[in-house]
Antibody, heavy 114, light 112 residues
C-alpha cells in the first residue's frame, strides 16, 4: 500500500526559506518510472504543480517558480524534499506530495505571516 | 502554460441525476506518443484530491462506473450517471501532456 505524508514548519515569516519533507512507503523511488511531485493549493483555490523528481534523480520545476525551488531526495529513496526560498504571503497554502497523479499525501498547511 | 477552462464552476444536482462537467484546453493534449494525458480528480471536503479518470476515459481502480470520461484534443467531459451523496466535492481536470502540469479551476458539485 502506497502512503505519503508531508511535514513542514506550519508557520514561517516572509523572506524565510520553507523546507518541506515528503515521507513515503509502499514503493521505491529508485524503481524506473516513479515520479514524486509537489503540488500546492491556497485555501479555496485550485491546485498548482510546483516540482517533481524522478527515479533517475532528474528534477522538474514550474518555470514560474523555478528560481525559488529546489527538489531533492534522500539516498535511501524514502523521502523527497522541497525548499522554497524567499517566501511571501502568497505562498500560504496546503502543500501536497504525490506519486504520479494516483497517490496523494494528506497535505500540510503552511502559513506565511509576520 | 496550458490553460484548462472548466464549466460550470458550480453544479447543483439531486440524487440520481446525471451531470456533466466540461474541460477545455488552450492547446491540444494529444501527446507525440499517441496518448492524451487528461485526468479527472475529485477533492471531497477536507480531503486530498483523488484520481477518478486517467488518459481521458480510463476509470481508476475502485472508482464507481457511474463516472465516465470522454473527449479529444482540446475538449473533454466528465459525466456522472446517477449522482450519489458521496460525489459532492470539487472536480478538477488536469493535464500532463505539456510541462508544467496544470489544473482546471474546479467545478463544485453540490447535492440538493
Amino acid at each position: 500500500q502506497v502512503t505519503l505524508k508531508e511535514s513542514g514548519p506550519g508557520m514561517l515569516q516572509p523572506s524565510k526559506t520553507l523546507s518541506l519533507t515528503c515521507s513515503f512507503s509502499g514503493f521505491s523511488l529508485s524503481t524506473s518510472g516513479m515520479v514524486v511531485s509537489w503540488i500546492r493549493q491556497p485555501s479555496g483555490k485550485s491546485l498548482e504543480w510546483l516540482a517533481a523528481i524522478d527515479w533517475d534523480g532528474d528534477k522538474y520545476y514550474n518555470p514560474s517558480l523555478k528560481s525559488r525551488l529546489t527538489v531533492s531526495k534522500d539516498t535511501s529513496n524514502t523521502q523527497v524534499f522541497l525548499k522554497i526560498t524567499s517566501v511571501d504571503i502568497a505562498d500560504t497554502a496546503t502543500y501536497y506530495c504525490a506519486l504520479g497523479v494516483r497517490d496523494w499525501g494528506q497535505g500540510v498547511m503552511v502559513t506565511v505571516s509576520s | 502554460d496550458v490553460v484548462l477552462t472548466q464549466t460550470p464552476p458550480t453544479l447543483s444536482a439531486t440524487i440520481g441525476q446525471s451531470v456533466s462537467i466540461s474541460c477545455r484546453s488552450s492547446q491540444s493534449l494529444l501527446d507525440s506518443d499517441g496518448d492524451t494525458y487528461l485526468n479527472w480528480l475529485l477533492q471531497r471536503p477536507g480531503q486530498s484530491p483523488q484520481l477518478l479518470i486517467y488518459s481521458v476515459s480510463n476509470l481508476e481502480s475502485g472508482v464507481p462506473n457511474r463516472f465516465s470520461g470522454s473527449g479529444s484534443e482540446t475538449d473533454f467531459t466528465l459525466k456522472i450517471s446517477g449522482v450519489e451523496a458521496e460525489d459532492l466535492g470539487v472536480y478538477y481536470c488536469m493535464q500532463a501532456t505539456h510541462a508544467p502540469l496544470t489544473f482546471g479551476s474546479g467545478t463544485k458539485l453540490e447535492i440538493k
